[in-house]
């Protein structure tokens, strides 16, 4: 016989109606696998350890010194750090966060709004807590204020990205599905590589981002998922399925908005 303590936490998280207990475990593992990674590059940051601030400068000055070279991909490389700059994310996902709240979805619009502000609070206060310095280059093709880590535009792209398509997820069908979050993944790793070759940034700084990213948007999504179960809802998964598949009518615009369900 099992002891009745474990007996209760297999039922509450592999029972018919206590799956998502499982769900909420597993989401809330994957959020520590990645913050710990996260907290391990941060402290070799901060311990200035030799061989991640040799890696780190080999790279630059290596691309630094290609680019020299081929300076017709500067233009390019700037123009990418514009138009995936970390306000147009911002911009996107307040917009939709309006949309969403004007159609009553408004718990969702608020996953949203809180996905950009821990975005941003965490950046300004890391920064400001490690306070790295940029790379210092004897030619540099591009400036950028503040200090080095984490990449805002790194984080930011995750961030907004994944929080675009976990709500857009309900109104796409099929493989359109797998492009949404293969184009997530190409502008993100495409903005951080570019960060990396203007000279602004370290590769560790636009990893940090990454995986800082990464852990703000399964650690929210989670926390959603626990308010859904909470009111009664399906378990759902949400990289498949999107944050709050019921409100797929609200997102789109053909449905009647109904505030009262939908908050």
């Not at 474990?6 to 994957?30: K, N, P, Q, Y």
């Not at 280059?137 to 675009?164: D, R, Y």
């Amino acid at each position: 016989m099992l002891p009745e303590s474990v007996d209760r936490w297999i039922h509450a998280r592999f029972s018919a109606e206590g799956r998502l207990g499982l769900r909420m475990t597993l989401a809330c593992s994957a959020v520590l696998i990645v913050a710990v990674p996260f907290a391990g590059l941060l402290a070799l940051v901060d311990t200035r350890w030799a061989p991640l601030r040799h890696l780190d400068d080999v790279t630059t000055r290596s691309i630094h010194s290609y680019l020299q070279h081929h300076r017709v991909l500067v233009p390019p490389l700037r123009a990418t750090s514009y138009i995936f700059h970390p306000w147009v994310f911002r911009v996107l996902v307040a917009g939709l966060a309006v949309w969403l709240f004007y159609r009553g979805a408004r718990r969702l619009a608020a996953w949203a709004v809180t996905n950009l502000v821990a975005s941003g609070i965490l950046e300004g206060g890391l920064k400001a807590l490690v306070n790295r310095p940029r790379p210092a280059l004897s030619s540099p093709i591009a400036h950028a204020p503040g200090g080095s880590f984490p990449s805002g535009h790194a984080l930011t792209a995750v961030v907004g990205s994944a929080t675009i398509v976990l709500i857009l997820l309900p109104v796409l069908r099929g493989a359109w599905r797998a492009v949404a979050w293969a184009a997530a993944t190409v502008v993100s790793v495409l903005l951080g590589a570019c960060r990396v070759a203007l000279g602004v940034h370290y590769v560790s700084d636009v990893v940090a981002g990454w995986i800082l990213g990464a852990a703000i948007v399964l650690a929210t999504t989670a926390a959603f998922e626990t308010w859904r179960r909470d009111e009664g809802r399906r378990p759902v998964a949400p990289i498949r399925q999107g944050t709050q598949p019921e409100a797929a009518p609200r997102i789109s615009g053909s449905g009647g908005s109904d505030p009262a369900r939908s908050a």
